[in-house]
């Protein structure tokens, strides 16, 4: 699915990313690691909104390392910011629509896609003609990732979904996560590493700009330095 090889990146004279190697399969990925690490970077480069000084970004065989944005969605992948970035003063049905609207093969499959998503999160159903910005946190981020998934995306990626939540609210998104890894692949970035680790099949931890560690999320849960640094033990 994605491929990123040696991936180096920086902003003016300042250097984020240091040949970063990583992959995602059709399973789902979590990319973990402290603030400034450059987790947001690299879903940056991904995206097409920093462009890459060196390295290659792939998505099933097609090189997206020089494509724009729209170029990139239209490839079937799809990204959840960390803010949400909803359309507060339209209704959820107008905000997850658009998430179709301007992607060709979504478009075509608009009524089937929003059937699917609404299955997936039927309080959506219950506040679908309410306004965005007059939901709950947790209730936003839900928007936000049915209108992710209203592009019909082959890759999911998901930057910091915990964000602002509180705790009952993250569990029940990172149970939705468990239960979308089995139809669309996910790359989801987060320091919420505890419930992160319940809903991912591998990981990869980030550390200032590189790659420091990367193993199954069981590995991941019984290593020494994850443990110390991210879980708190």
Do not use: W
């Not at 290659?56 to 494509?67: K, S, Y």
């Not at 992607?103 to 009524?111: C, G, M, Q, R, Y």
């Amino acid at each position: 699915m994605l491929q990123v090889r040696n991936l180096e990146c920086g902003y003016g004279r300042i250097p984020v990313l240091r040949k970063v190697d990583l992959t995602v399969g059709n399973e789902s990925v979590g990319l973990f690691g402290p603030n400034g690490a450059g987790k947001t970077t690299l879903i940056n480069a991904i995206m097409g909104l920093v462009r890459p000084r060196a390295g290659t970004i792939v998505v099933e065989g097609r090189d997206l390392t020089a494509l724009k944005t729209y170029q990139i969605a239209r490839a079937g992948i799809a990204l959840v910011p960390q803010e949400r970035e909803l359309f507060p003063g339209m209704s959820v049905a107008d905000n997850l629509e658009l998430g179709a609207i301007y992607i060709p093969h979504a478009k075509d499959a608009i009524d089937r896609q929003l059937e699917a998503v609404l299955g997936q999160f039927p309080i959506l159903r219950e506040r679908y003609r309410q306004l965005a910005g007059t939901l709950s946190g947790g209730q936003q981020r839900m928007v936000a990732i049915g209108r992710a998934l209203m592009a019909n995306p082959r890759l999911l990626i998901l930057d910091e979904p915990s964000l602002g939540l509180q705790p009952s609210i993250v569990a029940e998104v990172f149970d939705k996560l468990a239960q979308l890894k089995t139809t669309v692949s996910i790359l989801v970035t987060e320091q919420n590493v505890r419930e992160s680790l319940r809903a991912v099949d591998r990981g990869y931890v980030l550390e200032n700009g590189a790659v420091a560690l990367e193993d199954s999320a069981a590995g991941l849960s019984n290593n020494p330095h994850v443990i110390r640094s991210y879980l708190g033990i």
